[in-house]
């Protein structure tokens, strides 16, 4: 019994250190919290092997999660930028927006690519073409894309 607690006990390492490690490389999927809270309970669980036949398990579980969870928000808090208030774009508030053209625009698809306020819109334009470096300006949003018309 307790090689197989023991044995338990790792693998719950290995698989937090896993979930961290998809934290570090793929950020904000909250992977941090279970990450942490199974590297503690599998740390326990070597240390006193006894645990996971009482009901201790749940209260260290049910607290390791919540300090973890704290935690994360903590860091993330301190690790994000502090802009002040969020700033949110749709292509209904861009109407009268300059930009930068970054992929040829044509008239019959949506395959060029405009970027407006440092954020990458499909755009298309009433008619003709704009090259790659042109200024444009939004004149209307329809479905997913931006029409453009250049200054």
């Known amino acids: 019994m307790v090689t197989e607690v023991i044995a338990i006990g790792w693998i719950l390492i290995v698989i937090g250190v896993i979930l961290l490690l998809l934290e570090a490389f793929n950020p904000g999927f909250f992977l941090a919290v279970p990450g942490t809270t199974l590297i503690i309970i599998g740390a326990i669980s070597l240390l006193f092997p006894e645990i996971f036949s009482s009901t201790w398990i749940i209260l260290i579980g049910i607290l390791t999660a919540l300090f973890s969870a704290g935690a994360t928000v903590w860091i993330y808090s301190r690790i994000t930028a502090d802009s002040g208030i969020p700033y ?16 040829k625009i044509e008239s019959d698809n949506i395959s060029g690519k405009v970027e407006i306020n440092n954020v990458e819109w499909s755009a298309k334009t009433p008619a003709g073409i704009i090259d790659k470096g042109k200024k444009v300006r939004v004149i209307a949003s329809e479905g997913v894309h931006v029409i453009v018309e250049e200054i």
């Open 88 to 103: 949110t774009v749709s292509r209904d508030s861009l109407s009268g927006k300059e930009g930068i053209v970054i992929k």
